[in-house]
């Protein structure tokens, strides 16, 4: 489509552009308040300009927050992984382990999804693909068992990372949050020497409730970041703008398929490009 | 509640007009903001929203606020009629087979609750006195048959698989001849998770459907899926002619736009929800349930 003017019709198309990738009404309207405030303030008057306007908008949320990249040059680290019902926690954790592996670190993982079924093969297949240890229980055992048993045995074996699986749980069922509060204090207490990451897996497909996830799981076990899933869907994942926005834990990682090497950095420009794409 | 009901906003809304006997155009529209709002929060498609919006406001202008009723009160009871039409009146059923067996097949993109909701049915229906069979056609995703199989083995219904080296259009070809054979009068195929497009996954779904011709295709969607809803749907749909959908996590809080964006898009029904990851939790879907939902009333 192409406009002749700067006018209401050019922004109720843009903003109908950021709603379709789930950024949600609130921050997609505050993006294009800002964008017509620069417009005002710097004499714009070029429509090809704007769409320009709207990205930078939206790569100040996400480049907004610091320490964006994961960082593992600090021995021994330690990841959590959480999130709701099949957004693809385990999938992600065999991606990760197998890439940090890789770059030639020791690492372990930790089978802590004792509840779904054949959560623990799966993970032990992954564990398989990427020729790293696992630790596991068996189905039924207590997910803070496992994570302890995980502590004590990198400490053992001088791992550099211990990556740990956890089960899905909606964040609106109070005992498993709590449940995954147990987990998380364990770590802090059985091992307060390591690096600690907590990551949020959130599937791009999601809509406006990953902001309910994101702080809920936030107060639950301190999320210092989220990896988006399934990007290589049509799906956008706009949804983290929201969820940057509003508390403000950046994004880090992004999955890309089902395949053991499915796994990037996230690039705030890559991303805010695609959503303009297609 | 995350978001403040709609039902007090828009009653602040229109009591701030003092709009007397007739709603008029003005009075409709701002409260068209209102309930667009609501709507695109609990993640209903823009575009769906739109059409929506636009049927809601062409009814509502000129009407009378009669007796008891406010305008706000008014206008809820336009913008919940037209969604439980929207929404469908009443419950779908299971399309059972003339000649037993009724084959289910389960289709979705990845981690929807396929594999779940496969026993869940396999669960309700046993209850009820079928002789249900699960097939394992996910040779794909890790451990995938072997959680079919745990699955089974806690509601005590047989699985049927061969493995992850067969290709799934074969396996559930065997897998019917073998319920066939051995009394099951309800087979249910559990498919792996794929996106809606990938061409090659897509048309393993066409050619197991030609093969087995199932009863029933059930679309297994997460409601706390976004805008994409509508394409995924409208892609599985165009491909293998669903005859449901089964909402699941709504155990959850979300708000669950999604299924107003399916149904409007595509006209299927919503057959079933998930209210859990335990095996009995899955129920027969209301539709007038969802419309307050979903506007967050
Ligand atoms: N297309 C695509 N599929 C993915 C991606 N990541 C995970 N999946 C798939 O999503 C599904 C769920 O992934 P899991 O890793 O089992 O998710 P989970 O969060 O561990 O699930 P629960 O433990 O059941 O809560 C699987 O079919 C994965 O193969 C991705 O980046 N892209
Ligand atoms: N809370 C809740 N969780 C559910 C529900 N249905 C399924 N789940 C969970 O969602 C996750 C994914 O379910 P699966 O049945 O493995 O999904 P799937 O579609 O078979 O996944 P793939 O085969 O990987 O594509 C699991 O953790 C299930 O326990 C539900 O109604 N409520
Ligand atoms: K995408
Ligand atoms: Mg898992
Ligand atoms: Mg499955």
Redesign the pocket.
């Known amino acids: 489509k192409s406009y002749r003017k700067i006018d209401e019709e050019l922004f109720e198309d843009l903003e109908e552009v950021l709603i379709m990738a789930d950024i949600g009404v609130d921050t997609s309207l505050k993006i294009i308040e800002n964008v017509k405030d620069k417009v005002r303030e710097r004499k714009i008057t070029e429509v090809d300009d704007i769409k320009g306007l709207i990205k930078e908008e939206m790569k100040s949320i996400l480049k907004g927050g610091e320490n964006s990249k994961l960082d593992f040059s600090k021995s021994p680290s330690i990841v959590l992984v959480v ?1 709701v ?8 954790i065999g991606k990760l382990s197998s890439r940090l592996k890789n770059e030639g670190k020791k690492v372990l993982i930790a089978a802590g ?1 004792t509840f ?1 079924a054949a ?1 623990i093969e ?1 993970l032990q297949e992954w564990s398989n693909r990427s020729g790293v240890d696992i630790i596991a229980h068996s189905e039924g055992a207590d997910p803070a068992a496992v994570i302890f048993d995980g502590i004590q045995s990198a400490k053992a074996k001088g791992i550099d990372v211990l990556i740990c ?1 956890t ?2 749980r909606l964040h609106n069922k109070v005992n498993l949050m709590n449940e995954l509060n147990k987990i998380f204090r364990i770590v802090e207490r059985e091992f307060p020497e390591a690096k600690k990451e907590v990551l949020l ?1 959130v599937d791009a497909t999601t809509g406006q409730n990953a902001v309910q996830q994101a702080k809920v799981f936030k107060e639950a076990c301190d999320i210092t970041g989220i990896v988006l ?5 049509t799906a956008k994942g706009g949804v983290v703008l929201a969820v940057q926005s509003e508390i403000n834990v950046p994004v880090k990682l992004v ?4 395949k053991l090497e ?1 796994l990037q950095d996230f690039d705030p420009d890559e991303f805010v490009d695609a959503i303009f794409e297609g | 509640m995350v978001f403040e009901g709609l039902a007090s906003k828009l009653q602040d809304t229109l009591d701030k007009l003092k709009s007397k006997g007739r709603l008029t155009e003005k009075d409709v529209d701002t409260a068209m903001r209102e309930v667009k709002m609501a709507l695109l929060e609990a993640d209903v498609n823009f575009r769906v929203v739109k059409d929506f919006i636009k049927k809601v406001k062409e009814r509502a202008i000129g009407q009378d606020v009669m007796g008891s009723l406010t305008p706000a009160q008014q206008v809820i009871k336009i913008v919940n009629e037209e969604l439980t039409e929207l929404m469908g009146k009443e419950e779908s059923k299971i399309n059972f087979a003339s000649s037993p067996p009724t084959v289910i097949m389960m289709c979705g993109l ?2 929807a609750g396929k594999t779940t909701t496969s026993g869940k049915l396999g669960g309700l229906f046993k209850k009820k006195g079928k002789r249900p069979l699960l097939v394992a056609c996910d040779v794909y ?1 890790p451990a995938a048959i072997k959680q079919l199989e745990v699955v089974g083995e806690k509601l005590d219904i047989p699985v049927f698989s061969m493995g992850d080296k067969v290709d799934p259009v074969n396996i559930a070809k065997a897998g019917v001849e073998h319920g066939k054979k051995n009394g099951n009068d309800l087979i249910i195929i559990d498919t792996a ?1 794929r ?1 809606h497009i990938d061409d090659e996954l897509m048309d393993e779904l066409g050619n197991i459907k030609s093969e087995v011709q199932p009863q029933e295709i059930l679309l297994v969607v997460d409601s706390m899926t976004g805008q994409d809803a509508v394409s995924v749907a409208e892609t599985f749909d165009e491909k293998l002619d669903v005859n449901g959908v089964v909402l699941t996590k709504l155990d959850g809080d979300a708000r669950g736009g999604a299924a107003l964006s399916i149904k409007a898009v595509t006209g299927k029904p919503i057959k079933f929800i998930g209210m859990g990851e335990k095996l009995d939790q899955l129920e027969v879907f209301y539709p007038e349930r969802m419309s307050s939902r979903i506007l967050g009333m």
């Open positions: 999130g019902n099949g957004a693809g926690k385990t999938t992600t999804d779904r959560a799966q699986d089960a899905g897996v899933t399934k990007l290589d869907g999955g890309v398929g089902e499915d | 990845q981690g995703r998770g996106l």
